[in-house]
C-alpha cells in the first residue's frame, strides 16, 4: 500500500508485539473488531502485526485511540520516554481539532476584512 514505509525487521517485530498485546489487553475477542472500528483491512492489520509494515500517522493514532495506549507506546517508547514528550494520541486529535477550528474561524472573520475599501467601493 503506498504511503506506508516498509520497516527494518527489529522495529516492525516490536511494534507488532506492542499491538498484539494491546489488542489482548483491550479485550477484544476478535481482530476484525478492531478493524473494523479503525477503518483498515485485515490484511493491512496482519502486516503490522507481523512487522512488515507500519501505519500510516493517522492510522497509528487510530490504533491507539480504540486500544487505548499511545502512539509511542506503540512504536516502542518505554513509559520514561513518553514522561518526557512524547505526546498521546488523544491529545494530538485534540490539538489538531482546536487548530482546524481556529483556522475555519479565521477564515469566517477574514471574509469581509480581507477586502480593500476599493474592493468595497467596487462590489457596492
Known sequence: MPGQPVIPEPEGREF??????????????????????????HESMRKY???KRLPTAPILIKLARVLGVTSGWLLGASALDEAHGIVRADQIERADKRRRANEIEKVAEGDDADQSPQDAEVSN
Open 16 to 41: 507488532g508485539r506492542r499491538l498484539s498485546l494491546a489488542v489482548r489487553e483491550a479485550g477484544y475477542s476478535s481482530i476484525l473488531d478492531v478493524c473494523e472500528e479503525v477503518g483498515i483491512s
Open 49 to 51: 502485526r507481523t512487522g
